[in-house]
């Protein structure tokens, strides 16, 4: 069965959408509009907000997450690529889940920004993002209360990572410069140091985490309602 949830379970097995997952439960866990569902025994664990899933597949009963996924007809759905071809939700596109340890200690000096400076320096093509006002809300409670992290150089480059405990995840980094999207990334390693480091990435910025010393986990994707 898949019940509510005030509790999440541990994992030893690193995963993007259980990452996820995790710094969605750390800022939102006492907000009503954001749910999170686990099946008997742990098998998959499930959160939402705003018609978004996601899906942390852990041998889950698919006859119920189908069904259960199907009732609840989420507008997105994010989760590794074998359970979406299980779920017949497969995405457009492939999404590379890339992981290295946060093992900068150099400090690199970034500038100080306001939540729409560093909007404005994400808001590239190739990066999906909210509209302002959903970000800078979002943004803003994860940074205040230490689940989120930026490094920007003005005009140059930015970078958001969330956090839960020893993992981040990055959730948008862009370069406005050559050669500053690796400035960007070095920068952000060193803010989570010692931290599990995870990206998504499409294939075509593959070769940048690759080149940057990062090492490929596993596919997954973002399937969307209507597209």
């Known amino acids: ?36 569902w686990v099946q008997d025994d742990d098998k998959c664990v499930i959160a939402m907000t705003d018609g978004n899933m996601i899906i942390h597949n852990n041998n889950a009963d698919f006859a119920e997450l189908l069904e259960f996924v199907n009732v609840l007809s989420p507008a ?4 590794d690529i074998e359970t979406l071809e299980k779920l017949n939700r ?21 500038d100080t920004l306001s939540s729409d ?21 979002d943004y803003c409670r994860r940074l205040n209360h230490g689940f989120a992290d930026y490094f920007a150089l003005r005009d140059k480059c930015a970078v958001i990572t969330f956090n839960s405990g020893d993992k981040a995840i990055i959730n948008g980094l862009a370069s406005h410069q050559k050669g500053f999207g690796t400035v960007a990334l070095n920068g952000i390693l060193q803010k989570n140091f010692g931290r599990d480091f995870l990206a998504c990435c499409r294939d075509s910025v593959l070769p940048f985490y690759l080149k940057n010393g990062f090492e490929k986990l596993y596919n997954a994707g973002y399937w969307v309602k209507n597209k």
Do not use: R, W
């Not at 997105?76 to 989760?79: A, E, G, I, M, T």
């Not at 400076?117 to 302002?132: A, F, H, Q, R, T």
């Open 117 to 137: 400076e560093l909007y404005k320096l994400l808001d590239v093509d190739g990066l999906s993002l909210p509209d302002y006002p959903h970000f800078a809300v």
């Open 1 to 36: 069965m898949i019940s509510l949830t005030d509790n999440l379970p541990q994992f030893s097995v690193l995963s993007a959408e259980m990452v996820k997952i995790n710094c969605l439960f750390d800022s939102y866990k006492d907000d009503d509009s954001v749910m999170f």
């Open 90 to 110: 497969l995405p457009d596109e492939n999404i590379n889940v890339v992981y290295k340890k946060a093992d900068i200690k150099v400090q690199a000096q970034g």
């Open 76 to 79: 997105c759905v994010f989760s």
